[in-house]
Nanobody, 129 residues
Framework: QVQLVESGGGLVQAGGSLRLSCAAS????????MGWFRQAPGMEREFVAVIRWSGGNTYYADSVKGRFTISRDNAKNTVYLQMNSLKPEDTAVYYC??????????????????????WGQGTQVTVSS
């Protein structure tokens, strides 16, 4: 089992920045690819970003590319999402998730939500216009 706890959400004006953190406990954190997803009211959950277990590879949704950066610190069992140039359409509950062991990074990138086994409880991000 892996337990994930997100933090860092809040209310920010358009154009502002936030950094989300996701602290992991349980099994060896460095064995897992880690992703961020988000879900806006009335919308389906959507992929935001993912980082390989070693941190060497990342992949982003087109909607956040160039504005968001995912990173991880395996010594601290923490994955981050730096969000810059925020827009009102970024408003959502943000979730971190641990990718399924045994899948390649490419399979996790293409697999979406079903490629992840563990999820946090989410943190609210609200961007005002």
């Amino acid at each position: 089992q892996v337990q994930l706890v997100e933090s860092g959400g809040g209310l920010v004006q358009a154009g502002g920045s936030l950094r989300l953190s996701c602290a992991a406990s349980g099994r060896t954190f460095s064995n897992y690819a880690m992703g961020w997803f988000r879900q806006a009211p009335g919308m389906e959950r959507e992929f935001v970003a993912v980082i390989r277990w070693s941190g060497g590879n990342t992949y982003y949704a087109d909607s956040v590319k160039g504005r968001f950066t995912i990173s991880r610190d395996n010594a601290k069992n923490t994955v981050y999402l730096q969000m810059n140039s925020l827009k009102p359409e970024d408003t959502a509950v943000y979730y971190c998730a641990a990718g399924r062991q045994g899948l390649s990074f490419a399979q996790i990138v293409s697999g979406g939500g079903p490629a992840y086994d563990y999820w946090g409880q989410g943190t609210q991000v609200t961007v005002s216009s």
